[in-house]
């Protein structure tokens, strides 16, 4: 590959295919750097297809199609029983196929919470009875959490106690915008660009979960489910993070919610010095990744131990491991694939 290091950017001589959201998130931002830092170095040229359905990009890496893509921990999970969006794969070959897939880098793609316009005069999760949310894309991760964190704090189902309402990510902002729903359950940053975005269409509020909710035997074990951590974020630091755009509702100064981890995963296949160099190249540029976006510091992009090891099937690569691990970092074994 040649030194990692030159003043120009070096040819690269393997081409790379990856997939990810749409920009203006963590999940987006990380193989974005991943591509540019890679192309720089000479390590390789990788294509990166935004604004994906990451449920079926996992898939592709799954089964050789693309070989990088962004995902939350849970759809392998998912994708390795065979249920959700992977219910037409069955178990087996569901097993089969999560089992192809490697961690490479850590992300935390957003904190869900409940938002609206002030306009609509909302009154916080006990009013969302009968009313229109928008709860993410038709398919895939976010509405599944979005779905059981409406259900767990409320008891209202999705088309029966209330109206969701579904848009692909590209098209997220100007669905809010709109004003059609009267309320939002999404993953969103602090601050993220959509949140930005829709706040100068009007004032806006969030709401923390309720204590009572947040601290119930049902929520904290679905907190602990793969892909899924608790979040407490003080909520004066958040006011003061969003301005003057943005309200938050809590009993306390504790602003709860819970986020939504993964990362970029690889085939189990891919050429393990490849792995080891370009995870390499992006642990060795974190202070560049994180300058980025002005919640670089806040997303764990570089906290490799995350959401791994128990009910998470995904493991990282051994290549991405040693790269970790020489850059000073600490990779528990039960996280690292054979």
Not at 65 to 70: F, L, N, R, W, Y
Not at 263 to 283: C, F, P, Q
Request: charged share 20%; hydrophobic share 40%.
């Amino acid at each position: 590959m040649g030194a990692l290091v030159s003043a120009t950017p070096a040819l690269a001589q393997v081409n790379l295919t990856a997939e990810t959201a749409s920009p203006g998130g963590a999940v987006h931002l990380s193989p974005a750097h991943l591509t540019e830092i890679a192309g720089t170095l000479g390590i390789a040229n990788i294509q990166l297809a935004e604004g994906q359905t990451l449920t079926n990009s996992i898939q592709n890496v799954a089964e050789g199609k693309t070989d990088i893509a962004g995902t939350p921990h849970i759809l392998p999970f998912l994708m390795s029983r065979g249920v959700g969006p992977y219910g037409s794969l069955g178990k087996e070959k569901g097993a089969e196929l999560a089992g192809n897939l490697r961690a490479i880098t850590p992300v935390t793609l957003g904190v869900f919470f409940l938002f609206a316009y002030d306009s609509k005069n909302l009154n916080g999760w006990d009013d969302l009875e009968g009313k229109k949310i928008f709860n993410g894309p038709p398919r895939g991760g976010a509405l599944t959490n979005a779905r059981s964190m409406i259900q767990i704090i409320t008891g209202l189902k999705d088309g029966e106690g209330y109206e969701g309402m579904q848009s692909n990510w590209g098209q997220a902002s100007s669905v809010i915008s709109g004003g059609e729903p009267d309320a939002v359950v999404l993953p969103e940053l602090f601050p993220g660009s959509r949140l930005t975005t829709v706040a100068a269409a009007g004032n806006m509020t969030g709401w923390s979960m309720p204590k009572e909710a947040y601290e119930s035997e049902a929520m904290q074990k679905y907190m602990q489910a793969p892909g899924s951590a608790p979040s407490e974020i003080d909520i004066n630091e958040l006011r003061e993070i969003m301005g003057d755009s943005w309200s938050f509702v809590s009993e306390d100064d504790t602003f709860r919610a819970f986020e939504t981890i993964g990362g970029n995963v690889v085939h189990k296949d891919m050429d393990d010095t490849l792995v080891y160099d370009l995870v390499s190249a992006y642990v060795a540029s974190m202070d560049e990744l994180k300058a980025k976006a002005p919640f670089g510091n806040s997303v764990n992009f570089d906290n490799p131990m995350l959401g791994m090891c128990g009910l998470n099937p995904v493991q990282y690569h051994p290549g991405a491991a040693r790269a970790w691990r020489e850059a000073g970092y600490e990779l528990d074994d039960c996280a690292v694939a054979e």
